[in-house]
Antibody
């Protein structure tokens, strides 16, 4: 049973960089067969896919966020991380780290972290 | 404004059947990309309900089923139970956006 856990600051100031880490247990992020990804949920329900840590060898990001997002892996710690630069209030959301299955970006999420609320405010 | 359109809310009495629609376009559902469904109970993370249009993980009761036709998909819940009260989301891939996209979510109320 894979388990994912998000950690990081719950409050970020506008224009700064949001940084979160996802610790994975019960599966190896380097073993292949799955993709490791971030999704966020804005207040009031909407879900938004942010990107993959690795897809066909490289990170793959939602084009709407691509200019501000970096997702990286630390295979020695079995962790992957999210950095979102130049945040605004619109980036306030619950951030989930997830395991993605199926046909790459056309696939689906089969495991979710518990989520962590990040608020952007001065 | 979500790329996939769902009704904001649906309701039904215990034991009844409800249907939640997910309407897309030619660049997503209509292009043949798979639709997946998630259930989000209050205060928890979403959980996979249906994948690949019609497939149910083994832990999901067979009261839950789904289908896809043209540019739309539907989730059907039969024998409604109080524990089914939750938000439900559809998800697919959109080729014009080059991104995986979600519906805005539907809140199911069990009367």
């Amino acid at each position: 049973q894979v388990h994912l856990h998000e950690s990081g600051p719950g409050l970020v100031k506008p224009s700064q960089t949001l940084s979160l880490t996802c610790s994975v247990s019960g599966a190896s992020i380097s073993s292949g067969g799955h993709y490791w990804s971030w999704i966020r949920q804005h207040p009031g329900k909407g879900l938004e896919w942010i990107g993959f840590s690795k897809y066909i060898g490289n990170p793959y990001y939602n084009p709407s966020l691509q200019s501000r997002v970096t997702i990286s892996e630390d295979t020695s710690k079995n962790e992957f991380s999210l950095k979102l630069a130049s945040v605004t209030a619109a980036d306030t959301a619950v951030y989930y780290c997830v395991r993605w299955a199926g046909y790459g970006v056309r696939g689906f999420v089969d495991s979710w972290g518990q989520g962590t609320l990040v608020t952007v405010s001065s | 404004q979500s790329v996939l359109t769902q009704p904001p809310s649906v309701s039904g009495a215990p034991g009844q059947r409800v249907t939640i629609s997910c309407t897309g376009a030619g660049s997503n559902i209509g292009a043949g990309y798979d639709v997946h469904w998630y259930q989000q109970l209050p205060g928890t993370a979403p959980k996979l309900l249906i994948y690949g249009n019609t497939n149910r993980p083994s832990v999901v009761p067979d009261r839950f089923s789904a289908s896809k036709s043209g540019t739309s998909a539907s989730l059907v819940i039969t024998g409604l139970q109080a524990e089914d009260e939750a938000d439900y989301f559809c998800q697919s891939y959109d080729s014009s956006l080059s991104a995986s996209v979600f519906g805005g979510g539907t809140t199911l109320t069990v009367l």
